[in-house]
């Protein structure tokens, strides 16, 4: 056998985006109840896919004004990622996670992959994620953009 046969292919194709808005004096994480086939009723932070001639910071401009019709972003890389291993298809699925700050006049207004949203509290974000992963994400993104003040060399100058 060869080497390659061992190996389980990784594939970045899409992000993760987790929304960030000051209220009451603390940030509020935006979730999103999923509407489609795949995911159906889990709650969830934004995702999606990369489209051709994208990048992924832009890929994640284009999914928050689709999903949710906000387009006065402050977007940061979270340096993070979400990763998912698919036993069918035998590969790692691996999204880069950015975090958006947005503007306190910015409404949602949700598109056709989703029936709800809920502005939560990092604690309560974190109890009502539905995928394995997403509370880790969500703590770092606490502490990291929460809490302390992010890293100028995480902002995306766009």
């Known amino acids: 056998m060869r080497k390659e046969d061992f190996e389980v292919p990784i594939r970045c194709k899409g992000i993760a985006v987790v929304l960030l ?4 004096n603390e940030y509020k994480v935006l ?3 999923r509407a489609t086939p795949i995911l159906q009723d889990v709650w969830c ?3 999606g896919s990369i489209e051709s001639g994208e990048t992924a910071w832009e890929s ?4 928050i004004k689709e999903e949710t019709g906000i387009s006065k972003i402050l977007l940061y ?3 993070k990622f979400d990763q998912i291993y698919s036993p069918q298809e035998n590969y790692v ?4 996670v950015f975090v958006g700050y947005v503007e306190n006049d910015e409404e949602v207004e949700l ?11 990092f604690t309560e974000a974190i109890e009502t994620v539905s995928l394995p992963g997403n509370d ?22 766009y």
Do not use: C, T
């Open 111 to 121: 598109n056709e992959e989703h029936s709800e949203y809920r502005w939560l509290s």
């Open 93 to 96: 699925y691996l999204a880069p």
């Open 45 to 47: 932070y934004m995702g």
């Open 31 to 33: 979730l999103l109840k």
């Open 77 to 79: 890389s979270a340096n």
């Open 60 to 63: 994640a401009l284009r999914e």
């Open 136 to 157: 880790e994400v969500l703590l770092s993104i606490e502490k990291h953009f929460g809490v302390d003040k992010p890293p100028e060399y995480l902002q995306i100058e």
């Open 21 to 24: 808005k000051k209220m009451e």
